[in-house]
């Protein structure tokens, strides 16, 4: 045994077993580590060191876990954002609206007023008519046409989480410019890079996109959290949320056009409609003074 001086300044000495390296401790020395420990400003700082670098490393790993959980079909459809921390200043009077007429166009087609072929070809957006100068309209109405009602209700759920703050921050009259003006570039973008095909593109997924772009603009530091399946949350900044699913639609973009692939999903939209909407939104400073726990 020899003697061993439990901190410099502590004056706590501990008997050190060198065969096992061990510490004996007594009742005294153990009370005088605590009252060291408790009152002593390098130690709390030490901690606060440790627990500021776990926490950073596990922000890393989860953001690394998340990324590769986009390219899993199994898992990257189950990560559903349900709240931003971002309090709604005014009622989201013009996202009500948009929501609403989603939901008659779909529900009028249901009851047979709009032939589904018929209004697929007309209304939809076809990229081979429009290059060919034909059915300018439906640039505006393929943004209310939807393909399912799992379509509808995604798109729209997007739309009610992200766009009342954009609603509340732009005012609904920049709000309304910025909804059509995204959904009608995302249409030109896909016309551009798909200009033969014939498969009519319906849905508001492009205007949508340019709402979170929208989002990502006004609030890239605000929090958004995830449901990750049964008793699990994820929180991660909106920058890195809306970048990663930007970089999904990039990465499937890319894909499809490298094996030649008709795509289901029309990842192009996304992007010009995701991109417009990021450079027409404002740089607001004060949009960081609206957060607040807000859920949906």
Not at 102 to 111: I, Q
Not at 200 to 210: M, R
Request: aromatic share 12%.
């Amino acid at each position: 045994m020899h003697k061993l001086n439990y901190g410099y300044d502590s004056n706590v000495i501990l008997d050190h077993c060198r065969d096992c390296d061990g510490l004996w401790v007594g009742d005294d020395e153990l009370g005088g580590v605590a009252v060291h420990v408790k009152g002593n400003p390098r130690v709390d700082a030490l901690g606060s060191a440790f627990m500021a670098e776990g926490v950073a490393v596990d922000e890393e790993r989860r953001k690394a876990e998340y990324l590769v959980s986009l390219f899993n079909p199994f898992s990257w459809s189950l990560s559903i954002p349900y709240r931003t921390d971002i309090r709604v200043v005014s009622p989201p009077i013009l996202v009500t609206a948009i929501i609403a007429a989603n939901l008659a166009a779909y529900f009028c087609g249901l009851s047979g007023w709009l032939e589904s072929t018929r209004s697929l070809r007309c209304y939809g957006l076809v990229p081979a008519l429009a290059a060919a100068g034909h059915n300018y309209h439906a640039f505006l109405t393929s943004m209310f046409l939807h393909a399912g009602i799992l379509h509808l209700l995604g798109n729209m759920y997007f739309l009610w989480l992200f766009g009342r703050n954009a609603e509340s921050s732009l005012g609904r009259r920049d709000f309304f410019l910025l909804y059509f003006v995204c959904g009608m570039t995302a249409g030109v973008v896909q016309v551009l890079f798909d200009p033969g095909s014939a498969n009519p593109s319906i849905g508001a997924s492009g205007a949508i996109s340019g709402v979170l772009g929208c989002f990502a603009r006004l609030y890239p530091d605000s929090r958004v959290k995830l449901w990750e399946g049964r008793d699990q949350r994820g929180t991660f900044s909106a920058r890195f949320y809306l970048g990663a699913w930007f970089l999904f639609q990039a990465a499937s973009f890319l894909k499809d056009v490298a094996l030649d692939l008709s795509p289901g999903v029309a990842f192009s939209s996304h992007i010009g409609g995701f991109l417009a909407g990021y450079v027409l939104a404002p740089v607001k400073e004060e949009a960081r003074t609206d957060l607040q726990g807000v859920g949906i």
